[in-house]
């Protein structure tokens, strides 16, 4: 049976790799060389394959999210230098701390994943004359950080409507 290999400890190990790599159930079953239809069966059937397909997938979007979060919060990494020794060894030189700043992009897909109530673009129709433009309503946490770092002026100029001499 074909299945026989794919319980053994190595098998196993080799759907858990494609799956930890980001293969769907369809590239898996094109790899292992059945349906997918089949390993849909198997995955019913056969506990170990469907654990094992599961807990890789598992781990390797746990990963992804992790690098996410740190990319949208910054991070600090020490960079160490080397250098070969005489007998050709890499030796550490020198470790200097860097610090990898947030990185706004990665900030802006998670809370509008995670918060969408609070983070998605809402688009507003305009209703005077039936133009199709629109505005982009911000949350009010956003709006408010926005009035802090770029206040509104205080005087506006006149429109012709006033007396001024």
């Known amino acids: 049976m074909k299945y026989d290999y794919w319980m053994t400890d190595e098998g ?8 930890r790599r980001g293969l769907t159930d369809a590239d898996i079953s094109h790899n292992i ?17 469907n654990a094992c397909l599961k807990n890789s997938k598992d781990l390797a979007d ?14 600090k990494t020490k960079e160490v230098s080397y250098k070969a020794d005489s007998d050709g060894n890499l030796v550490p030189v020198s470790a200097v701390e860097k610090e990898v700043p947030p990185d706004t992009t990665a900030q802006i897909f998670w809370l509008k994943n995670r918060r969408p109530d609070l983070w998605r673009d809402r688009r507003k129709e305009a209703d005077s004359d039936g133009q199709s433009g629109g505005v982009v309503v911000l949350p009010e946490v956003v709006a408010d950080a926005i009035k802090t770092i770029a206040p509104p002026p205080e005087h506006t100029a006149s429109c012709g409507d006033d007396d001024d001499e």
Request: aromatic fraction near 12%; proline fraction near 3%.
């Open 12 to 19: 196993l190990e080799i759907i858990a790799g494609w799956a």
């Open 62 to 75: 746990t990963i992804v999210e992790n690098a996410l979060f740190r990319k949208a919060t910054g991070y």
């Open 33 to 49: 060389g059945i349906t997918e239809r089949t390993l849909r069966d198997w995955k019913r059937r056969y506990p170990t394959i």
